[in-house]
């Protein structure tokens, strides 16, 4: 899933031993340990926080239950493996609509083309209106990785973001909003089928990427927040190179304001994400990934990504900062 990431962990390890030998992909470039730094964050460019009732007024709390995220993932994982063209990704499309019910609902319907053959796939677009003229957008994919498809139920990885975004639509519910709309976005197809590259990865959100610049929709989004592997029990958010470096900030100020700043940003890399295809053509990105998830990222695309390694904790700091930072967007942007 993250591909060429895996790499920069290793070099990491690399690092704390004291060695020279680099990494063999240099778009991934990372801190020392994250013990030894503190984070390296810049604000300047970061206005300060105005609190402004009108425009937050009606966001939910910062004070999620993070058994209930922890059910939905429960509930994602007992789906099975749920790649593109599975029954079990079938199953759980419709879990995801059952669950938006009475909120409206765009599905962005597609063929993909991929190394191994075709596959009919769906984001999926819970949209809460707001009134001002922008949207902010949270993003997090539902599919889960082909290669693995017999045995890999992908807790963190496809069910930790699905469940984020599925309590954020319970959060959002009946709201009338002040500020920006809100968009929650399930991706699908991002994962590779065979190795990850720019035209066999992030499937969906290269497809709503494109739509969305030629509809006009793109230059209305005022931030793109993406969630991805962050139910790790040992939560630890790096901070992505690629992601725009005001909201990049902005995320980190959010966690600071609740007292989660320790799980953010200990050390910092370069991930391709389903972030990418919207930062090409100018959307305002930021990653929310802990691609640490175990020792030398062990757990990462093997069947032992299942539920025991979460946390409701991390589901729950990882939500909190999320509503957090849009209130930050919506009275700082």
Not at 112 to 124: H, L
Not at 163 to 175: D, H, M, P, T, Y
Request: aromatic share 10%.
């Amino acid at each position: 899933m993250k591909f060429h990431q895996h790499a920069s962990a290793v070099c990491t390890l690399l690092l704390l031993a004291g060695m020279t030998l680099g990494c063999s992909r240099p778009a991934a470039t990372t801190s020392a340990a994250p013990a030894e730094v503190k984070p390296a964050v810049a604000t300047a460019d970061v206005p300060a926080a105005q609190p402004d009732p009108q425009a937050a007024a009606n966001l939910p709390k910062p004070d999620v239950n993070g058994n209930q995220v922890m059910q939905y993932v429960k509930d994602v994982v007992a789906f099975g493996p749920r790649p593109p063209g599975s029954p079990a990704h079938t199953k759980l499309e419709d879990y995801i609509l059952a669950k938006l019910k009475g909120v409206e609902v765009e599905q962005d319907k597609f063929t993909a083309q991929t190394p191994v053959g075709s596959f009919p796939m769906n984001n999926i677009i819970a949209k809460f209106p707001g009134k001002r003229d922008g949207i902010i957008v949270i993003a997090g994919h539902y599919d889960t990785l082909y290669s693995q498809r017999k045995n890999f139920v992908g807790a963190n990885d496809g069910g930790s973001s699905t469940a984020v975004l599925l309590e954020l639509a319970e959060q959002l519910r009946g709201r009338q909003l002040d500020g920006y709309s809100i968009w929650l976005l399930w991706t699908d197809g991002e994962e590779a089928f065979v190795k990850w590259t720019d035209t066999d990865s992030v499937y969906g959100s290269r497809q709503l990427a494109q739509k969305w610049q030629q509809d006009g929709t793109a230059k209305k989004i005022k931030a793109f927040i993406l969630v991805d592997m962050i139910g790790d029990a040992d939560l630890d958010i790096l901070k992505d190179t690629k992601s725009t470096p005001w909201l990049t900030d902005l995320v980190y100020k959010a966690a600071s304001n609740l007292g989660y700043q320790s799980h953010f940003y200990g050390w910092e890399t370069a991930m391709d994400d389903d972030h990418i295809p919207f930062a090409k053509i100018g959307v305002p990105v930021v990653d929310l990934i802990d691609f640490t998830y175990g020792y030398n990222n062990v757990f990462w695309h093997t069947p032992q990504d299942t539920v025991d390694k979460l946390s409701p904790d991390s589901l729950a700091i990882t939500t909190d900062v999320v509503l957090e930072t849009i209130r930050l967007v919506d009275t700082t942007r």
